[in-house]
């Protein structure tokens, strides 16, 4: 036991070194960027320049960073939504939530697979961080769709890109859009892709919107739990030999569902709620830099341009198909 212990030091220091730092400059840039960013860049950085760090003495704590601990930061991700807040903004950010998660996930598919010649797990794995919430969603369909590290890197990649871009845009496109605070929030929180990119996006027009827009996001993010569960169970009926050779349980999706409920129904003392999410922030920022680590630029060079035009097209129709949607449904 204490020599198993000792092989996963070295890597959970190096993890939990590279989540301090980003953590620490996300905290200095107010939270506009999600740590997960910082840290994958972090991870690269570290694993590009200093490649040895991935083996030996350093592979093991890594390798449990990336596997065990991220699953286990995806299952108490649940403890930032309860199901009080996702009833507050009623069944129209319902309706659209549904509409154009469901709609990007088959969008990715179709046209990653069909039109840009993409392997399956980057596909659903772009298509994830569109359509669910960021680079958290990219982690957690990760194992699930049995990816390889550059493969995620490069979808978390197109996170950041798009997802900035929409924290930019929409606070311009707001008076010209013709929606309500109520109907705007609604848009925002259905199509941007990270939290902390709704979050600001959100502030930059009005608190009113702010509010809608997170819970309404939050609302995204449950569905989660549901997407990994059914497209674990569509890739074994796809592809019979995941079954043979043992498909993965998201034994975490149903932690999270768990977890949610368990802060909606349970009198949890603020305090407690608090300091869990604050230690799952720091459980998925070492997953992800300890992703990094292990991810080599010119693996990413490989993959090619095409997740990133994917991600074009999918930021593409989020914002004009959410739009509508919204119109619809606000109307």
Request: glycine share 10%.
């Amino acid at each position: 036991m204490e020599h198993s212990i000792m092989k996963l030091i070295h890597g959970l220091a190096l993890a939990g070194l590279l989540a301090v730092l980003s953590v620490s400059l996300a905290e200095r840039m107010g939270g506009l960027v999600s740590p997960l960013i910082f840290a994958i860049l972090f991870g690269l950085a570290v694993g590009n320049l200093l490649p040895v760090i991935t083996q030996g003495k350093w592979h093991a704590g890594l390798e449990f960073c990336k596997k065990r601990l991220l699953r286990i930061g995806v299952a108490f991700y649940g403890i930032n939504i309860t199901l009080q807040q996702i009833a507050d903004v009623g069944a129209g950010a319902l309706l659209v939530d549904v509409l154009m998660l469901s709609s990007t996930l088959l969008l990715a598919w179709w046209l990653g697979r069909r039109w840009l010649g993409l392997d399956g797990p980057t596909a659903l794995l772009v298509g994830a961080g569109s359509a669910i919430c960021g680079a958290a969603a990219v982690l957690a369909t990760e194992p699930v769709v049995r990816a390889r590290p550059q493969q995620t890197a490069m979808a978390v990649g197109t996170v950041v890109v798009f997802g900035t871009l929409a924290m930019v845009i929409y606070p311009l496109l707001y008076p010209l859009l013709g929606l309500s605070p109520q109907a705007m929030g609604i848009y925002t929180g259905a199509t941007v892709h990270e939290v902390a990119q709704v979050v600001a996006a959100g502030s930059a027009m009005g608190d009113d919107v702010a509010q809608v827009a997170v819970i309404s996001k939050l609302t995204r993010v449950l569905m989660l739990a549901p997407v990994l569960v059914l497209l674990g169970w569509w890739l074994s009926r796809r592809e019979p030999d995941r079954t043979a050779s043992r498909a993965p349980l998201p034994w975490f999706a149903f932690g999270f569902v768990a977890v949610v409920i368990a802060n909606s129904l349970l009198p949890l003392p603020a305090g407690l709620v608090e300091q869990v999410r604050h230690i799952d922030t720091w459980a998925l920022t070492m997953a992800m830099a300890a992703l990094g680590t292990s991810t080599q630029l010119g693996a990413l060079r490989a993959v090619g341009i095409n997740p990133l035009l994917l991600a074009g097209m999918l930021f593409v129709h989020l914002c004009l198909g959410g739009l509508l949607v919204t119109h619809m449904v606000s109307a």
